[in-house]
């Protein structure tokens, strides 16, 4: 079966702009969770989506958003771009979002903000 | 009380060699406990996983060694093959509600296996 995908694999904007990205959940999945990695930081999550309802959330800014739709397709969102914000951004997803199911994650979004 | 932590950062390992990692954490209500892989270019996968009521998980090569009084949790991999050279991550997450998708991560080991 398919896996995880998430679309661009690769981004760069400037300082200031905004960017979406987008991750495609292994059909049948219904929870889909945002993590960022980055060298310093390490994996932290950011939140997670089920139903189109976030459930849980991480210790982001507000500048870091999400959403689900109907099909459990997610998008997250990052508004006025910081240089800081440069990292892989990981999506997994899992039947109902409880880390014993096991999460299956997406390759990954890298964003480079210049 | 949140974090977890890995060691060593980076291991080289010859071909055949036992791999170990170790991890600890600080929070007693942690009782899941993955260990994931991830190769460059890809996403985390995961490897195997244990609960607290179990000492000992083992999977193939994996081998997931837990203890419970010392809060410490270990990933052992025997006869380790250049195709391991990855860089693993342990993991730990409550049960409860509010762990909905949330994994608490160490920092990584880079794992190198010479042939």
């Known amino acids: ?114 | 009380q949140q974090q977890v932590k890995q060691s060593p950062q980076s291991l080289i390992v010859q071909k055949g060699g036992i791999s170990i990692i170790n991890c600890a954490y600080e929070n007693t209500a942690f009782d899941y406990f993955p260990w994931y892989q991830q190769f460059p270019g890809k996403g985390p996968a995961l490897l195997i996983a244990i609960r607290p009521d179990v000492s000992e998980k083992k999977e193939g090569r994996f081998t997931i060694s837990f203890n419970k009084s010392a809060k410490q949790f270990s990933l052992h991999i025997m006869d380790s093959q250049p195709g391991d050279s990855a860089t693993y991550f342990c993991a730990a997450s409550f049960a409860g509600g509010t762990s909905y998708g949330k994994l608490t991560f160490g920092q990584g080991t880079i794992l190198t296996v010479h042939p």
Request: overall charge positive.
């Open chain 1, 1 to 114: 079966k398919a896996g995880v995908t998430q679309t661009p694999r690769y981004l760069i904007k400037t300082r200031g702009q905004q960017v979406t990205l987008s991750c495609s959940p292994i059909s049948g999945h219904r929870s889909v969770s945002w993590y960022q990695q980055t060298p310093g930081q390490g994996l932290q999550f950011l939140f997670e989506y089920f139903s189109e309802t976030q459930r849980n959330k991480g210790n982001f800014p507000g500048r870091f958003s999400g959403r689900q739709f109907s099909n459990s397709r997610s998008e997250m969102n990052v508004s006025t771009l910081e240089l800081g914000d440069s990292a892989l951004y990981l999506c997994a997803s899992s039947l109902y979002g409880v880390p014993r199911d096991g999460y299956t994650f997406g390759s990954g979004t890298r964003l480079t903000v210049v």
